[in-house]
């Protein structure tokens, strides 16, 4: 869980490292957009819970998990649907 390695470094990355991980978010996301899911639960709060890694390699992958409030959205709508919690 990216939760699990951002604590074992003791909660500090370097501007390299965490540029990095941002971007690798940004293109899951982005990824998901383009195939028509909007996750619908991604709060700045929860996001480190929210990716987990493909491996135990501290540079694998991330994949997005948690899709329970998720939502179809079609080209060229939009997603009106506000959550709150």
């Known amino acids: 869980m990216l939760f699990s390695l951002v604590f074992s470094r003791g ?5 390299e490292d965490a540029k990095a991980m941002v971007i690798q978010i940004q293109s899951v996301i982005a ?6 899911v909007v996750h619908c639960d991604l709060k700045p709060e929860e996001q480190l819970r929210h990716f987990l ?3 135990r390699d501290e540079n694998a992958q991330m ?3 948690d899709f329970g409030l998720s ?6 709508e ?3 649907v506000a959550w709150s919690s």
């Open 11 to 15: 909660g500090r990355y370097s501007e």
């Open 31 to 36: 990824f998901c957009h383009l195939q028509g």
């Open 53 to 55: 890694f493909t491996t």
């Open 63 to 65: 994949k997005l998990i």
């Open 71 to 76: 939502n179809f959205v079609k080209p060229g």
């Open 78 to 80: 939009h997603c009106l």
